[in-house]
């Protein structure tokens, strides 16, 4: 079992940028795919970015080149550098942890969800 922990959200201006966080329990962390999602009101949850557990990354089309997914296997803990904020970005962004090293963009394939943290960029 994986317990995981979302922090960093807040309210922002749009242009501005927030650091969020999110810590595993666990001892094999380094084994795991990590993902970022994120669910605005009315809105199905998507796919943000995601990293395997060799550090490969995917980004979806609305974050690429403002959003970094990175993670510190030596502290358990997956960063999303989230910069150039948009208040279409407004969301519950969520962290999410797959058995499977190989990371994916389908939410079904992830196995441990965190509780979420809400993010909203004012215009």
């Known amino acids: 079992q994986v317990h995981l922990v979302e922090s960093g959200g807040g309210l922002v201006q749009a242009g501005g940028s927030l650091r969020l966080s999110c810590a595993a329990s666990?001892?094999?962390?380094?084994?795991?795919?990590m993902g970022w999602f994120r669910q605005a009101p009315g809105k199905e949850r998507e796919f943000v970015a995601v990293i395997s557990r060799t550090g490969s990354r995917t980004y979806a089309d609305s974050a690429k080149g403002r959003f970094t997914i990175s993670r510190d296997n030596a502290k358990n803990t997956v960063f999303l550098q989230m910069n150039s904020l948009k208040p279409e970005d407004t969301a519950v962004y969520y962290c999410?942890?797959?058995?499977?090293?190989?990371?994916?963009?389908?939410?079904?394939?992830?196995?441990?969800w965190g509780q979420g943290t809400q993010v909203t960029v004012s215009s």
């Open positions: 666990g001892r094999t962390f380094s084994s795991y795919a």
């Open positions: 999410a942890a797959r058995n499977q090293g190989v990371a994916s963009t389908r939410d079904v394939s992830y196995d441990y």
